[in-house]
C-alpha cells in the first residue's frame, strides 16, 4: 500500500494495490502518520496484498522520472526508489512488479497514477508519484477525462474547505482480464477505480452542496472508453459496493470508526 501527502491541508492517500516500499507483515511507526488515526482499511481478505512504505530523498513518501520497487526485489537492499536502469532488468524486478515494458506495446491502456502528482506541492513530493508500484493500466479516455476531473474536484474541495489533515484512499476492482507480454499475463486491468477521503476538521460555513461531502466521501468510476462517468456516493456506500465485487469482507471499513470526530458526540 502507499501514501501521499500535499497542500496547506496536508492530504495523505493511501492506494491499495494488489501487489506491491519497506516490505511489511504491519505498518512501520514512520508510515503511521499517513493513515486515519494510524489506522489500515479493516477487513482486508486477500492474501497477495503488500504493506509497502515507500521512500525518496531519505523520507518516507508511502507512495517516485519512473521508478522501480527496490523492495520488492531480491537483488537490492535499499529501500529507496530507484531509476530504472538502461540496461536489461534482472528478472526478479519482473517476476515482482510491473516494468516500462509492460505498457510499451499497448494501444488502449496508459500508466494512470492512483496517487496523483498534481495532488502534491514538493517538487519531491511529485517525483515521489513516479513509480510503477503507484499506477494501473487505465483506459486513456477515462484517464484523461472523467477520472483527471474527479481528480481536480477532490484537489479543489480539499483545499478550499478542509482546514485540517485530509486522508485519501483509492483502489480497482479487478476484471480479470490482463495485458499480456510474451504471452504471459503482466497487469491486471482494473474495472472501476474508487477512492474516499476523510476530513474531520472541515469549514462548516462551506455551501451545503459542498459541506454536505465532509468529513467524508467517496466516489468511482468504470475504466472504459464509455459509460465512464465518476459517481459520488457515501463512504458506506462504496463500501457496500467493495463488499459484493472484491476482496474484502462483512467488516470492511475504509477509515477507522468511519471517520467520525472522537468529540464529535459531545455537546
Not at 67 to 78: N, R
Not at 149 to 170: D, K, P
Request: with cysteine.
Amino acid at each position: 500500500m502507499i501514501v501521499f501527502r500535499a497542500y496547506q491541508s496536508i492530504i495523505f492517500v493511501l492506494v491499495i494495490v494488489m501487489a506491491g516500499a519497506e516490505v511489511k507483515e504491519n505498518i512501520s511507526p514512520n508510515c503511521k502518520q499517513f493513515l486515519y488515526m494510524g489506522t489500515l482499511p479493516r477487513g482486508l481478505k486477500e492474501k497477495s496484498f503488500r504493506n509497502i512504505c515507500q521512500y525518496y530523498a531519505g523520507k518516507p513518501r508511502y507512495d517516485v522520472p519512473w521508478m522501480y520497487e527496490p523492495q520488492l526485489s531480491i537483488v537490492s537492499d535499499s529501500r529507496e526508489m530507484q531509476p530504472f536502469p538502461s540496461e536489461n532488468l534482472h528478472k526478479s524486478f519482473e517476476d515482482a512488479q510491473a516494468v516500462l515494458e509492460d505498457y510499451s506495446n499497448s494501444v488502449i491502456f496508459e500508466r494512470g497514477q492512483l496517487n496523483p502528482d498534481e495532488h502534491q506541492a514538493d517538487i519531491d513530493d511529485k517525483a515521489a508519484t513516479y513509480t510503477l508500484t503507484n499506477v494501473v493500466p487505465q483506459v486513456r479516455e477515462f484517464n484523461i477525462g472523467p477520472w483527471k476531473n474527479h481528480e481536480h474536484t477532490i484537489r479543489r474541495r480539499l483545499n478550499n474547505y478542509c482546514r485540517g489533515t485530509a486522508y485519501v484512499v483509492t483502489g480497482v476492482t479487478t476484471s480479470g482480464h490482463n495485458i499480456r507480454r510474451h504471452n504471459i499475463n503482466r497487469l491486471g486491468i482494473p474495472t472501476y477505480l474508487w477512492s474516499a477521503y476523510c476530513c474531520i476538521n472541515f469549514d462548516h460555513n462551506a455551501p451545503f452542496s459542498e459541506r454536505s461531502k465532509f468529513p467524508a466521501f467517496a466516489a468511482h468510476g468504470l475504466n472504459d472508453r464509455e459509460d465512464n462517468k465518476v459517481q459520488e456516493m457515501t463512504v458506506q456506500q462504496l463500501e457496500d459496493y467493495l463488499k459484493r465485487v472484491t476482496y474484502v469482507d462483512s467488516s470492511f471499513q475504509i477509515f477507522y470508526d468511519n471517520c467520525v470526530a472522537l468529540n464529535s458526540a459531545m455537546p
